[in-house]
Nanobody
């Protein structure tokens, strides 16, 4: 599966952004999906994951209650709604696909999008 993320930009602290990830291929619903983020000099970190059907999701503690992941298997898309953004959320955000039901470990992901930059100003 090939992935293309979009929706990043500059937002003030407390604001919201909605990231989207479009997937190509007819087997999108066979993949668990995840969002990760990375800042220069640091490892790519887990943000959120959603199961193949979209019935289950999990989040990093740092974003729980603020971010919501969802997917539309009919449209081959996965979305990350980010609310109450903080300057520490600034990063390049990546969507990724795993053959597992879902996963928080980046090593379990086999397909990655190109990343979209989110900048949160204080």
């Amino acid at each position: 599966v090939q992935l293309q993320a979009s929706g990043g930009g500059l937002v003030q602290a407390g604001g919201s952004l909605r990231l989207s990830c479009a997937a190509t291929g007819r087997t999108f619903s066979s993949y668990g999906m995840g969002w990760f983020r990375q800042v220069p000099g640091k490892e790519r970190e887990f943000v959120a994951t959603i199961s193949r059907s979209g019935s289950s999701a999990d989040y990093a503690d740092s974003v729980k209650g603020r971010f919501t992941v969802s997917r539309d298997n009919a449209k081959n898309t996965v979305t990350l709604q980010m609310n109450s953004l903080k300057p520490e959320d600034t990063a390049v955000y990546y969507c990724a696909a795993t053959p597992r039901l879902w996963a928080s470990d980046r090593e379990k992901y086999t397909g990655w999008g190109q990343g979209t930059l989110v900048t949160v100003s204080s």
